[in-house]
């Protein structure tokens, strides 16, 4: 673990990457990308001899691998990619390949609060999920949209339970999937799952599910809720009680349903992507209040504030401050706290943070070519080429940002109050 | 005779009206009232420059790709009704009828003008008929309805020729007419008659779907 | 005459009927029209002259010119029209008629709209109609087990995962063969463009996924596309009637674009793909637009041209005919494009079919039809002689045709009708022609 309390928070700027130069073996250099802590940057290269490699703060992985994709930084800072080596697929973790390989392997995953590395594999046509080198014992016809719990001990997928034969429409209806948690599957079947969530603890799994062509409704633990809906969206965990909450649809309006009791009134057009405050007394989500108009809700009461689309919606720790963003024609972006839309207007915003003390919120802009910062509203003096998600510190005073500018990788950290 | 013809033009002929103008404020209200419950989706795309922009290049004859296709249909159409509007409207006759009872007085059509223009009205319905019998792919969807408006629209026509050339009974003719004329109001809101209140509507709404999402012309 | 004579045998048909009974039809069929439709449908029926104009319009009617049963008002008051006025209550072998009908006579290509004084959308009845098919479980097996793909993978043809992305990395492997540094990059977050495609292009047409990357790669585009389900903007659920899975795949469409941050979506050469973002798939989310801007690729060539990004090496030799797809001409006004393009792509003139731009006559396999599958394939291309005799009176050897769909129903009309032509999209124009960089 390397969580921000032991970050470098020291106000000031350092150069992480002073050339961003293609190194001569090099033929081409990819996206960059940028750890948490903003002390390592990495990018996949292609070899001119054939085969790739990662450079990470310039230095290249001990061997090069066949091929590389899907770079991602663990949050503890740690490089991944997908790599094939003698035409076998694994993961490479800052380098080391782990032992067992795959026919193919995609969708890396980490634990938001643990070290579990994880992904889709397939093998001799079976699939299932991989998790820090271990390999779920049973494998399926089908898996996919997986998930790990909060501390990466456990995961989950949906998974087919039966081989279809082609246009067998009887046998589909019948219901052949289901949710697998630790490759073990529910006993029950489905026509269709979705979205599987773990609880906090990562001892109860919720999933959507459609019980035939029209009915939807919600399981948990493989246990369908008594009621069924016009349909469902994503079902999440109230992280305090352990209640399960999904939007639902009945009579052409969506509601909020927690345990198959409406909280929300269904009477929105749209209602979606629902989150809760970690201690579990605010629920937002993001809704349409009329054809057209999005917003927030917070605890059932929507903002006046409307805009064609919404998205992006966060929630601090004690739902004092609920942020979003809104955009027209995915143009013209404005960040959107506690029912207020900030003046600026962006070509593109990134999802806003929220400090854990203080409120704070701030998020990543573009207008042209130029990307910054934007906190509480105000822009950050400084644009560059490329910038990353700022991060703030424990204590809300500082903010980390991560650029990239004039050929060069930088991580700065500002004080919030200056900013 | 002339208490049958009091009470056509007098009570009988509130009632027409009243059921024709309420029947239809009312039609046209409950039809809004519903769209805006069940189909406020469509509702949202309504734009008054595409509607007209629809409504004004369908009323130009042989405009719309339709009517090109069709120019039997496109005259025997566009004539009747005018016709039907111009005739009675500006019919000397009625307008006297109107300064009579309300003191309101307006330009009217010289009697031969309106005379030619009600036998236009017969041989449209005629050649609508006429269609509906010979024509496969119009007798295939003809139902009764759409006789019953075909008789309720010819009616007062054929009557008012009849009584204007006083060519039976006058008085009973006379009262005829006024009675079909009356059927024929009253029951505009509520027979295939209504597309005269709801076709400004359904164009203007598909006109606005066309121009305004789809970016094409919808003639 | 009617639908009742020509009935043919279909698993998914036969299968839905045999579970009904009279009093689930009439509950069913109520609560759609009820809770469902409103004002339009309604007015609709009231307004109906029954003028019979529109039998001109539609290419069932003019392939059929002796049998009224195509006629789009026919069609209507055969389906519809029954419902309403019996209030639901027929027969489980009357819903059999109803659905082969609405599923594979009509395309929802509302040519017919050209044709409506009144403006009645038979296209939107037809899909109501479909609707209410899709809630009785009556729907054809083929067009069925594609909206049950959509429903499991987020895409049209059961292509899982690992498949996609594979299929991606294979054809930039060939490309680089060609094209030495060629990426596809995947899950490129902020790039401009999001390419996506539908299923049948990593399934069988691997080729378009190829040439799109060549023309991106030569263009010089910051583009993407995404390693994970979302990238088919397909949607065949939205002709089964299945309106929640539309909804779920175009939210699932635009939210993995969302995630990325690009600017703009671009769509391979597809016609019903656009009207499902545009039109109804949007609409059911809520969104009055959709919430990502999305270009047909007719714009996009159109766009690369007029910035002199597409440089011609050669001109394909002409002349050629244009099929304008409903869904992006009828559906989206981009028939001047189209033909600014085709002449900038061609050496020769473009012969225009006697129904052209709008008033394109459809190519009888849109609005799900093709995908009905086998047992109606000659229903389809019955439907198509309108079409074929069009084309045939070109008397040229090329029909350009920027959709999937237009290009699968065109090659069956071409062979059927002996039209002796070929059919090409865009990208197989621009590939073919472009400079290539090397
Ligand atoms: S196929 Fe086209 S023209 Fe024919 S009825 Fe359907 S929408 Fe109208
Ligand atoms: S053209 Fe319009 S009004 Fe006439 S029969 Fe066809 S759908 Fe009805």
Redesign the pocket.
């Known amino acids: 673990m390397h969580p921000p309390a032991l970050w470098d928070w020291e106000s000031g700027q350092r150069v992480i990457l002073a050339s961003m130069e293609r190194p001569e073996n090099v033929a081409w250099l990819e996206e960059y990308h940028i750890s948490p802590d903003g002390e390592r940057v990495a990018v996949l290269a292609s070899l001119e001899e054939g085969g790739f490699t990662a450079l990470v703060n310039g230095e290249a992985w001990e061997n090069p691998f066949e091929k590389a994709w899907c770079p991602r930084f663990s949050p503890d800072g740690r490089f991944t990619a997908i790599v094939q080596q003698d035409g076998m697929w694994t993961l490479a973790v800052d380098g080391e390949a782990w032992e067992e390989s795959f026919d193919f392997m995609w969708s890396t995953q980490f634990a938001p609060e643990g070290e579990a590395i994880a992904a889709c594999i397939q093998s001799g046509g079976e699939y299932g999920l991989c998790i820090d080198g271990v390999t779920w014992e049973t494998l399926y016809e089908n898996a996919s949209q997986c998930v790990l719990s909060a501390d990466g001990k456990a995961s989950a997928a949906v998974v087919q339970l039966a081989q279809l034969k082609p246009a067998d429409i009887e046998a589909f209806k019948k219901g052949v999937y289901g949710v697998a948690v630790n490759g073990q599957s529910w006993d029950a079947n489905f026509m269709n799952c979705w979205t599987p969530a773990f609880d906090a603890k990562g001892e109860h799994v919720a999933a959507q599910v459609r019980l035939n062509l029209y009915d939807y409704s919600i399981a948990v633990d493989g246990k369908t809720w008594n009621e069924i809906y016009g349909c469902v969206w994503e079902p999440r965990f109230n992280p305090a009680t352990g209640k399960v909450v999904a939007p639902v649809r009945l009579n052409g309006r969506w509601g909020l349903a927690q345990d198959g009791q409406i909280i929300w009134e269904p009477r929105f057009g749209q209602c979606w992507q629902q989150i809760f405050s970690p201690d579990g007394k605010n629920i937002a989500a993001i809704v349409a209040p009329d054809f057209g108009k999005f917003t927030v809700a917070v605890n059932g009461k929507a903002w006046g504030v409307t805009f064609p689309v919404v998205t992006d919606l966060v929630i601090c720790r004690e739902g004092a401050t609920v942020a979003a963003l809104g955009c027209v024609d995915n143009a013209d972006w404005q960040v959107l706290v506690n029912g207020r839309a900030w003046a600026g207007v962006w070509d593109m915003a990134w999802k806003p943070v929220i400090s854990q003390v203080g409120g704070h919120v701030a998020a990543k802009v573009s207008k042209g070519k130029r990307q910054t910062i934007v906190v509480d509203g105000r822009a950050f003096a400084r644009e560059f080429d490329q910038v990353f998600d700022p991060t703030f510190s424990p204590d809300g005073k500082k903010l980390l940002i991560r650029g990239i500018d004039k050929g060069s990788v930088v991580r700065i950290v500002a004080d919030v109050a200056q900013a | 005779m002339n208490a049958a013809y009091e009470f056509v033009t007098g009570p009988l002929a509130w009632a027409a009206w009243g059921i024709f103008l309420l029947g239809s404020a009312w039609r046209l209200f409950s039809m809004y009232q519903l769209a805006k419950q069940k189909d406020a989706v469509s509702l949202s795309y309504m734009s008054l420059f595409y509607s007209m922009r629809s409504i004004v290049n369908w009323l130009i004859p042989f405009n719309a790709l339709g009517w090109r296709k069709n120019p039997a249909m496109t005259v025997a159409t566009f004539v009747f009704h005018i016709c039907l509007l111009v005739a009675p409207i500006f019919l000397v006759a009625h307008v006297m009828l109107w300064d009579q009872s309300f003191g309101v007085s307006y330009v009217t059509i010289p009697d031969n003008v309106a005379d030619i223009m009600t036998l236009v009205v017969i041989a449209a319905c005629l050649f609508f008929a006429g269609r509906r019998i010979m024509q496969p792919e119009v007798r295939y969807i003809t139902t009764p309805q759409d006789w019953v408006a075909l008789v309720i629209v010819l009616a007062p026509f054929l009557t008012g020729f009849l009584a204007y050339h006083q060519l039976l009974d006058y008085d009973l003719m006379i009262i005829l007419h006024v009675v079909a004329g009356e059927i024929m109001l009253a029951a505009i809101p509520f027979t295939r008659l209504s597309h005269m209140v709801f076709v400004a509507f359904t164009r203007a709404y598909m006109g606005s779907e066309f121009g305004g999402v789809r970016h094409a012309r919808d003639w | 005459m009617g639908i009742a004579d020509r009935l043919i045998e279909d698993v998914g048909l036969r299968g839905g009927v045999s579970k009904l009974t009279p009093e689930q039809i009439q509950k069913t069929v109520n609560a759609v029209i009820s809770g469902e439709t409103g004002a339009k449908l309604k007015a609709y029926a009231e307004t109906c002259m029954r003028c019979g104009l529109?039998a001109q319009?539609?290419?069932?009617?003019q392939s059929h010119p002796d049998d009224p049963s195509y006629t789009?008002a026919a069609?209507v008051q055969a389906t519809m029209g029954v419902l309403l006025k019996t209030g639901g209550k027929v027969s489980p072998e009357f819903i059999y008629g109803m659905a082969q009908l609405a599923y594979t006579?009509?395309?929802?290509?509302?040519?017919?709209?050209h044709y409506c004084p009144i403006g009645i959308d038979?296209?939107y009845i037809?899909s109501t109609v479909r609707r209410i098919c899709h809630k009785l479980g009556v729907t054809p097996q083929y067009i069925q087990d594609t909206a049950h793909s959509h429903s499991a993978t987020f895409n049209q043809m059961w292509v899982k995962d690992d498949e996609w992305t594979d299929t991606l990395m294979w054809q930039e492997d060939e490309a680089r063969e060609e094209f030495p540094g060629l990426r596809i990059p995947l899950d490129k977050e902020g790039a401009d463009i999001y390419y996506s495609v539908i299923a049948p292009e990593p399934k069988f047409r691997t080729q378009l996924i190829y040439q799109a990357a060549a023309i991106m790669h030569a263009a010089g585009v910051d583009w993407t596309m995404p390693s994970e389900p979302g990238w088919d903007n397909s949607d065949m659920c939205m002709f089964t009637g299945d309106f929640e899975m539309m909804g779920r795949l175009k939210r699932k469409h635009f939210e993995s674009a969302q995630k990325l941050k690009v600017k703009r979506i671009v769509m391979g050469e597809c016609g019903h793909a656009f009207r499902s973002v545009y039109d109804m798939g949007n609409r059911w989310v809520a969104w009055k637009m959709y919430p990502v801007p999305v270009i047909h690729s007719i714009e996009f060539f159109w766009e690369l041209m007029k910035q002199g990004k597409i440089k011609l090496a050669k001109k394909y030799p002409g002349p050629v005919t244009v099929h304008d797809p409903?869904n992006v001409v009828r559906g989206r006004g981009h028939h001047e494009k189209l033909r600014e393009l085709v002449r900038f792509l061609v050496d020769g003139p473009i012969i225009e079919t006697a129904s052209n731009r709008e008033h394109n006559i459809?190519c009888t396999a849109g609005?799900g039809v093709i995908n009905c599958g086998p047992p109606f394939k000659n229903v389809r291309l019955d439907g198509s002689k309108a079409k074929a005799e069009e084309l045939r009176a070109t008397g040229v050897k090329t029909i350009v045709a920027p959709c999937h769909n237009c290009h699968g129903g065109l090659e069956d009309t071409v062979h059927r009708y002996k039209l002796d032509m070929h059919i090409k999209f865009l990208g197989d124009i621009i590939y073919e022609c472009m400079e290539k960089p090397s």
Do not use: D, I, Q
């Open positions: 529109c319009a539609c290419h069932f009617s789009p069609k006579e009509c395309n929802l290509c509302r040519r017919c709209v038979t296209g037809m409903c459809c609005g």
